[in-house]
């Protein structure tokens, strides 16, 4: 019975579908041969043909019969072809719905489907076109009396009784009336506008529409507000119709950036000549003028001007080299206002260059970074100070205040707001500024902790792989009224990441704002998930940290009045020395290896609301009263790859927006990007490239009795590579010494040497036991441009210092000229003494060039106070260095007259000889097949050596011979100079390899020492002792 049951049950529906249909079939016949006798009688041949007009192409032809065919054949029906159109017509509107036969089953035609549907709704009364007078007469009246009710309420002794009389008339008749005349004839076109601006409506808009016709009986104040609404909706769509067709940048429309003029001195023959240049970014054009209103004496085009050189002595002066009409480099010099001038000058002339540059991507940008602790409370609806940087601290000149920024980076706290309406306030203000619509890249919020990136549009297409995430750190790590959110993206090839943190507040909560910290970096998930054992402090090309971080001025509470007091006398430097953070970074306990621009602001924190005159720094409690004394809580840091391009322009805060107890806190920074590299080489003639990395020797703060391994990262290497085991020496103080004696050779994707010069080596020192990483670093390729280059790195994890690893790198790719980045186009001229001056009028050319650095190319800025570690140096570069080369410039011409450095007998050290038997494992010495010869004679395409190299500047103090080199004859009863270990020499660069402990000795030569500017040649200076620290006069 179970079996046979599912075989009855389709027995009885087989016979119910057939009884259905031989019910069904008699009327169908009917209703088709009735529908048959009307086509047939009333459509003519003329129909036909019109029918067949419709059909254009063949493929819709096609189309036709494939349907036609599909639907016959379903069945097991024979396909019927048709030899024309004609012939397809007619089967078409045949009896049977175009059906070469009949279906097996009915098929209800589409009269009687709409029949059946409108059947199945409930009757529905047809429209009335009449109104309800009684009512709308409720509601004239109800309104009249509301006006005149309030305007008994008024003192109208001073009107005359004719003009009372007739205000009481119009209120009472006239108004409601002509209101609800003029509200119904406008409605129904602005319904229509609506439509057409917004084809695909809305449920809601549609709601609205619907929603005043059927209200239009209720109140003419509630029609009103209708209409404002509706007003309102279709000014957006226009505008965003209209932005979206012709754009903020398109169409003929006035200049984003005017022409500015600024006014200079121009020094000739010792007296100074009043001059004025005009910098019109659109045309690319700089003009000289001597008259601020009069003609244009002379312009140069963006292209013949080929760098600004900035004095580092005088903030005020600036040199332009231009190409004159005999491809001569002419240098003018000129000195502005004040510093701020000359910075807005130079970030106006740098547009320019970027602008009309034929370079299809852009290997700079700008961004802005901005922080504020809302206090929840709604922010004000002009926060274009903050966007602009204007206000206390390091701002941008006004010159400067119309260039946008490529990337707004927007961080807030305590944000009362929702996501949708914040977004919308930061778009709206950057649109009214700048009029560029900004694309939103991501939005990320934890509780009211809140971060927000936009981008300009031509940038949309460049950034990939966006990523964002959040910690929380409140009490017990779950709750997320403290805590951190981040962003990471790629621009191009760049990888960036911006992390938003409210860490925890208090005085006293220190460590815990510390902990804080290392719980952000161990779990706040962004960037390359192949890249685990790397925090994210490794993991982007720049990393910027903001936020109310919260740290405090550690000063006891009866001092208030006296911090209040050097506020007001803008002596912040006592202050800045008590403030937690610094002090935390200064003991390598917190954001290490991070910087942070100079402050010269006043304390962020805590201020009396809806003023910036008076700080709150008591808080009544119910047992006591809290000290908040004014801090800086609100900061912003970053953390960049070793050897990029980094420049900040602004760092200070608001002094106008006064709704919170914070004030916002702006940065605005330069970076270096990577493009997208497409090679021109042809990759079948061209040399493979190989990346060597050799004689590494890591030193580890642990006892554990593991072996370890090196394990390599790099986006130009096709997998991480992994090292042999290493070789591990127990130190006494608790430091294990690994030596890692194999060499590593690495093979790029790409071996075009201007895309490796732009890489990064990532490095992780593993445990062989249960891969764990014991410390991570980074190398830039950069370092190793023309020769062997010895490295030094600080290993970290999580935040933390685990140790140090030394080695040598080596780059090997085919020989090219480097391509000039747009950033190099702004230079820094070291004021040195010892330097060459320009004679007044003489012409120079490039290869005449002075000393000329790019500070920032290197992570070197111009803060006063310690230079703090960077986690990195090279032998190439002296650290931290402020007249520090940027690896592509040119090299200085010293004393008047060309280098002699090649000529020194030193340098045969190391391109000669061999090594020594007793050679330490630690002394990082290359092969002898990595040797940095001296460039050809007659070929100036080929890169120059950098300054800063492995050799000495020493001479001998007779005139130079061509002595024998120092390996070759050595003479080991002379003492040798010694070299300074100290992380903060600046000018001294490093002694020949030969010459350090552990090597040969050079030969016995009484030197004269001229590293130092400010030395008098004839005093002989002593060798420094080891461990010594170097001062230089800066």
Excluded at 151 to 156: A, G, I, V
Excluded at 182 to 192: H, Q
Excluded at 256 to 267: G, N
Excluded at 608 to 635: G, I, M
Aim: net charge neutral; proline share 6%; aromatic share 8%.
């Amino acid at each position: 019975m179970e079996k046979s049951l599912p075989g009855l049950r389709r027995e009885q529906a087989a016979e119910a579908k057939k009884r259905r249909f031989n019910e069904s079939s008699e009327s169908r016949r009917h209703h088709s041969s009735r529908a048959c006798l009307n086509s047939g009688t009333d459509r003519t041949q003329h129909q036909t043909q019109k029918d067949i007009d419709t059909i254009k192409t063949e493929e819709e032809l096609q189309s036709i019969t494939f349907d036609l065919s599909q639907s016959a054949a379903s069945e097991g029906v024979p396909i019927r072809f048709f030899s024309g159109l004609i012939e397809l017509v007619d089967a078409y509107y045949s009896p049977s719905m175009g059906l070469v036969t009949h279906l097996q089953f009915p098929v209800q035609r589409e009269d009687e489907m709409d029949d059946e549907a409108e059947s199945s709704l409930p009757p529905q009364l047809p429209p009335r076109n009449f109104t309800n007078d009684t009512k709308e007469e409720q509601v004239t009246k109800s309104l009249s009396d509301t006006y005149m009710a309030r305007l008994q309420h008024m003192d109208l002794s001073i009107l005359q009784e004719e003009h009372q009389a007739a205000l009481q008339d119009y209120f009472r008749t006239s108004i409601c009336l002509t209101w609800s005349n003029e509200i119904s004839r406008v409605l129904p076109s602005l319904e229509m506008a609506n439509r057409v601006l917004d084809q695909q409506l809305s449920p809601g808009i549609g709601h609205l529409s619907r929603q005043i016709s059927v209200d239009s009986l209720q109140s003419t104040s509630f029609r009103l507000e209708q209409l404002t609404k509706l007003l309102y909706s279709i000014e957006d769509k226009a505008r965003g119709a209209v932005y979206g067709s012709a754009g903020y940048e398109g169409g003929h429309r006035k200049s984003l950036i005017p022409a500015v003029t600024f006014e200079v001195k121009q020094e000739s023959l010792g007296i100074a000549t009043k001059m004025f240049l005009k910098v019109d970014v659109e045309s690319g054009k700089l003009f000289y003028k001597k008259a601020k209103d009069g003609p244009e004496d002379k312009y140069y085009v963006h292209n013949k001007i080929l760098q600004l050189v900035k004095s580092q002595k005088m903030p005020a002066k600036i040199s332009i080299n231009v190409e004159s009409e005999k491809e001569k480099v002419m240098r003018k010099e000129f000195v502005f206002e004040d510093a701020k001038k000359r910075e807005g000058f130079c970030q106006l002339l740098q547009l320019m260059k970027n602008k009309h540059s034929e370079k299809p991507e852009p290997d700079m940008i700008t961004l802005f970074i901005g922080t504020f602790n809302m206090g929840n409370a709604t922010p004000p609806h002009n926060l274009s100070s903050w966007f602009l940087c204007k206000g206390q601290g390091k701002t941008r000149d006004d010159t400067a205040e119309n260039i946008p920024h490529d990337i707004y980076v927007v961080g807030t706290q305590e944000d009362p707001l929702g996501e949708r309406d914040w977004a919308e306030t930061v778009k709206s203000t950057l649109r009214n500024m700048t009029n560029i619509s900004f694309k939103q890249v991501a939005i990320h919020t934890l509780w009211n902790i809140r971060i927000v990136v936009l981008a300009k549009p031509e940038h949309e297409n460049k950034i990939s792989h966006i990523f964002s995430d959040s910690v929380k750190t409140g009490i017990a790590n779950t709750l997320g009224n403290k805590g951190a959110v981040g962003v990471s993206f790629m621009f191009n090839g760049t990888k960036f990441g911006f992390v938003n943190s409210h860490l925890t507040s208090g005085s006293e909560k220190k460590l815990r704002r510390n902990q804080n910290y290392i719980s952000i970096l161990r779990f706040l998930n962004l960037g390359d998930k192949k890249l685990t054992p790397f925090d994210i402090t490794h993991q982007f090309t720049h990393l910027f940290w903001l936020g109310d971080l919260n740290y405090r001025v550690e000063m006891q509470s009866t001092e208030a009045e006296y911090i209040v007091t050097k506020i007001k006398q803008q002596q912040y430097q006592e202050l800045l020395s008590k403030d937690q953070l610094n002090m935390e970074m200064s003991e390598e306990k917190v954001f290490l290896h991070f910087e942070e621009e100079e402050i010269t602001f006043a304390p962020t924190y805590r201020f009396e609301r809806y003023t910036r005159e008076k700080y709150a720094y008591t808080k009544a409690k119910a047992t006591h009263t809290k000290y908040n004394l004014p801090s800086w809580c609100d900061r912003v840091l970053r953390k960049s790859y070793p050897l990029v391009h980094v420049v900040c322009h602004a760092y200070g805060c608001t002094n106008d927006i006064v709704t919170s107890d914070h004030s916002p806190v702006f940065a605005s920074y330069e970076v270096g990007v990577v493009s997208q590299f497409v090679s021109k080489q042809d990759p079948d003639s061209s040399v493979q490239g190989k990346i060597q990395i050799m004689n590494c020797v890591a030193t580890l703060l642990t006892k554990s009795q593991t072996r370890f391994f090196i394990e390599y990262h790099s986006s130009c290497l096709e997998k991480p590579v992994k090292t042999a085991e290493g070789d591990n020496t127990q130190l006494s103080d608790g430091f294990i010494k690994v030596w890692f004696g194999s060499q590593v050779q690495l093979t790029p994707i790409i071996s075009d040497p201007e895309y490796l010069l732009d890489q990064h080596i990532l490095i992780c020192v593993k445990s062989t036991d249960c891969d764990e990483s014991y410390g991570e670093g980074c190398v830039a390729l950069r370092a190793a441009q023309f020769c062997f280059t010895e490295f030094q790195i600080t290993l970290t994890h999580n935040g933390e210092k685990t140790g140090t690893l030394k080695g040598g790198i080596q780059l090997h790719t085919t020989e090219c000229k480097p391509t000039e980045k747009l950033y190099d186009f702004i230079k820094v001229e070291r004021d040195d003494p010892g330097s060459v001056k320009s004679k007044g009028g003489e012409k120079l050319t490039l290869s005449q060039a002075l000393d000329i650095s790019n500070p920032s190319y290197m992570g070197v800025s111009y803060k006063s106070g310690k230079m703090k570690d960077k986690g990195w140096s090279y032998s190439m570069q002296p650290k931290a260095a402020p007249g520090s080369r940027s690896p592509t410039s040119k090299h200085p011409a010293e004393d008047g007259k060309k280098s002699e450095m090649f000529d020194n007998p030193l340098y045969g050290s190391m391109a000669s000889g061999s090594r020594p038997k007793d050679q330490q494992k630690d002394l990082l010495v290359p092969p002898d097949s990595f040797v940095c010869g001296k460039p050809a004679e007659g070929d100036p395409e080929r890169p120059p050596l950098p300054t800063p190299r492995t050799r000495s500047f020493t001479c001998s103090e007779t005139s130079p011979q061509a002595s024998a080199p120092v390996a070759t004859h050595p003479m080991k009863a002379k003492k040798p100079v010694m070299p300074s270990r100290s992380d903060t020499t600046q000018n001294k660069p490093r002694l020949p390899l030969k010459s350090r402990p552990g090597g040969a000795e050079p030969p016995n030569m009484k030197v004269k020492d001229y590293r130092e500017a400010a030395e008098i040649p004839g005093k002989q200076r002593a060798p420094t002792r080891p461990g010594q620290t170097s001062r230089f006069a800066s």
